[in-house]
């Protein structure tokens, strides 16, 4: 009796009063105001949340950045070098001998710039996938918004890219492309990429917390977006006879968006961008960014139960 008369007291799901009252106990936990215990917050309250901790993310980040190279001797030249290794077997398997560099004038600069703004993408759902099944201690010690941690990671990846950048542009130059006012526009091309890839880090955070062999499944789905953004091919070449549906679902892929609005960027030999692919990077950050932030929020309360 004195158990159930202490759980009757407890939850503020019940519907019968404590002792020496006749109130329910919901009426009485909203009279003051009493709510239950890891219950998600309101959008613009978790969003307000979000915000004050915005030092804690970024110092997260930096944290982050150091622990993942603190043990390789070259320490974060792996980021170059790696994205490099890359686009050096690609364009020996498809640049010669495949010949995917038929008709492009500056396959190098082409090439390269391909392979490091899709690494960032790439490198972006791969980490978003663990920001939560790996942090668990952390959520289940402290509290704070869980979104801090794919966001978190997605700045290490940022990071990691404008790091890259130096050695992209300096490539670029080198292959004999001017430096002009246009690439001032590689700017906003990468902050759409970045609001992007947090709303796409969001989603499979949450997918992730849940379905742990997502991480096994992806490295095949990613492969299979490199193969269809036109890393290291020109999609115009491969879509001139295909159905016109065909042309245009492979000229909307974010993936080969955002390659293409900072090829347009550096390349002044790239083909003229038409204006709408701009807002295709426009739509694509706004509609992953703000619904993959309501998607992660939405399970807010069931990051690290179980």
Same mark, same amino acid.
């Given at each position: 009796?004195?158990?159930?008369?202490?759980?009757?007291?407890?939850?503020?799901?019940?519907?019968?009063?404590?002792?020496?009252?006749?109130?329910?106990?919901?009426?009485?936990?909203?009279?003051?105001?009493?709510?239950?215990?890891?219950?998600?917050?309101?959008?613009?309250?978790?969003?307000?949340?979000?915000?004050?901790?915005?030092?804690?993310?970024?110092?997260?980040?930096? *944290?982050?950045?150091?622990?993942?190279?603190?043990?390789?001797?070259?320490?974060?030249?792996?980021?170059?070098?790696?994205?490099?290794?890359?686009?050096?077997?690609?364009?020996?398997?498809?640049?010669?001998?495949?010949?995917?560099?038929?008709?492009?004038?500056?396959?190098?600069?082409?090439?390269?710039?391909?392979?490091?703004?899709?690494?960032?993408?790439?490198?972006?759902?791969?980490?978003?996938?663990? *920001?939560?099944?790996?942090?668990?201690?952390?959520?289940?010690?402290?509290?704070?918004?869980? *979104?801090?941690?794919?966001?978190?990671?997605?700045?290490?990846?940022?990071?990691?890219?404008?790091?890259?950048?130096?050695?992209?542009? *300096?490539?670029?130059?080198?292959?004999?492309?001017?430096?002009?006012?246009?690439?001032?526009?590689?700017?906003?091309?990468?902050?759409?990429?970045?609001?992007?890839?947090?709303?796409?880090?969001?989603?499979?955070?949450?997918?992730?917390?849940?379905?742990?062999?997502?991480?096994?499944?992806?490295?095949?789905?990613?492969?299979?977006?490199?193969?269809?953004?036109?890393?290291?091919?020109?999609?115009?070449?491969?879509?001139?006879?295909?159905?016109?549906?065909?042309?245009?679902?492979?000229?909307?892929?974010?993936?080969?968006?955002?390659?293409?609005?900072?090829?347009?960027?550096?390349?002044?030999?790239?083909?003229?961008?038409?204006?709408?692919?701009?807002?295709?990077?426009?739509?694509?950050?706004?509609?992953?960014?703000?619904?993959?932030?309501?998607?992660?929020?939405?399970?807010?309360?069931?990051?690290?139960?179980?």
């Amino acid at each position: 009796m004195a158990n159930s008369a202490q759980a009757d007291t407890l939850s503020p799901q019940g519907t019968s009063a404590p002792p020496g009252s006749t109130e329910p106990l919901a009426d009485l936990a909203a009279r003051y105001k009493l709510t239950v215990s890891g219950a998600r917050p309101g959008l613009l309250s978790y969003t307000r949340q979000l915000w004050a901790r915005r030092h804690f993310i970024v110092a997260f980040a930096n *944290a982050k950045t150091r622990a993942t190279y603190s043990t390789a001797k070259l320490g974060q030249v792996w980021q170059v070098l790696t994205p490099l290794m890359n686009a050096a077997v690609y364009y020996l398997i498809f640049g010669y001998l495949v010949q995917t560099k038929d008709g492009i004038d500056n396959y190098v600069a082409f090439l390269v710039t391909g392979v490091f703004v899709f690494t960032f993408t790439q490198s972006a759902v791969l980490a978003g996938s663990r *920001a939560i099944s790996d942090q668990l201690n952390l959520i289940r010690a402290l509290h704070f918004p869980r *979104a801090c941690l794919p966001i978190s990671f997605t700045i290490v990846q940022l990071q990691q890219l404008l790091f890259s950048m130096v050695v992209l542009c *300096a490539i670029v130059l080198g292959t004999g492309e001017p430096l002009t006012l246009k690439w001032l526009l590689v700017l906003p091309a990468l902050m759409l990429q970045f609001v992007f890839n947090v709303g796409l880090s969001l989603v499979l955070a949450r997918i992730g917390a849940v379905l742990v062999d997502i991480k096994q499944l992806l490295p095949f789905l990613l492969r299979t977006w490199l193969y269809l953004s036109g890393v290291f091919y020109s999609l115009d070449s491969y879509t001139d006879k295909a159905p016109a549906w065909v042309a245009r679902v492979l000229e909307a892929n974010p993936g080969a968006v955002y390659i293409e609005v900072i090829r347009d960027s550096l390349i002044e030999s790239h083909q003229t961008l038409p204006l709408h692919v701009w807002g295709y990077a426009v739509g694509w950050a706004l509609v992953m960014g703000i619904g993959g932030y309501v998607y992660f929020w939405k399970a807010e309360e069931r990051y690290g139960r179980g």
